[in-house]
């Protein structure tokens, strides 16, 4: 019998924290030891503080990948003589060299593959999607590849889903399932493209008020479990 997973032609995922660890302040205090540079927690509460402001401005449209990318590394640039450019590089590098699949992601991919099709779309940088994807063995399995950076708009705006579903080809929306962690740029953006909905909560967090996930999920073998169940348990 078929799984809950066969009513969907394709399921998309988000990157960061969806499918791949990110651990930025590891990926930080690695690259900043190539300079000679010790990365305190004081100094990742600076990264921070910059970066996420950065990507909300990001998110909203009010700057492009390439400013993000130069802009938080500006502090350090100065302070080492290092283009900011540079800097943003080398971390990127280092962040495709220790990049991991979460829990459950592999066994998940490997049992949809052939089944369904599968794909990523992404706010993160372009030049690390690649890596990652061979790094972690799933580039053959994952047939399409969205990056915000590439298409011009990032997510929660329509119009990066929307290019996703041309990408796919003649798919119904409501026949496409989008998994993210984040329940705005992934869950809302996703549901106002028409799509299905699944929200990784790994923290049982409460639903945004304007947010409405199809489904929630703590892990990546709970959604394994319900695709692949073979009763309705997803409609319960």
Not at 11 to 38: C, K, M, N, S
Not at 84 to 110: F, K, R, W
Not at 163 to 180: E, T
Request: with cysteine; proline share 5%.
């Amino acid at each position: 019998m078929d799984g809950h997973y066969s009513q969907f032609d394709w399921i998309v995922f988000d990157a960061d924290e969806t499918l791949f660890q990110f651990d930025a302040q590891r990926g930080l205090q690695l690259t900043f030891a190539h300079y000679g540079f010790d990365f305190s927690d004081a100094e990742f509460e600076r990264y921070k503080a910059v970066n996420v402001a950065l990507w909300q401005a990001y998110e909203r449209g009010e700057v492009v990948a390439a400013e993000v990318q130069v802009q938080r590394f500006e502090y350090w640039g100065r302070l080492l003589n290092q283009p900011p450019v540079i800097l943003n590089q080398h971390y990127l590098n280092t962040m495709g060299d220790i990049c991991e699949m979460l829990p459950g992601v592999a066994s998940l991919l490997q049992r949809l593959a052939g089944k369904v099709r599968l794909g990523i779309i992404t706010n993160g940088f372009a030049s690390l999607q690649p890596v990652r994807l061979a790094r972690t063995g799933i580039a053959d399995i994952i047939e399409m590849l969205v990056v915000s950076e590439l298409v011009g708009a990032a997510k929660p705006d329509v119009a990066i889903f929307e290019h996703a579903l041309q990408q796919m080809g003649d798919v119904l929306p409501a026949r496409v399932l989008m998994v993210g962690d984040n329940p705005f740029t992934d869950i809302k953006g996703g549901n106002n493209a028409g799509m299905k909905t699944c929200w990784l909560n790994v923290t049982g967090r409460a639903v945004p008020e304007g947010v409405v996930p199809t489904w929630q999920v703590p892990t990546m073998f709970h959604l394994e479990q319900l695709l692949f169940a073979p009763t309705d348990v997803l409609s319960r």
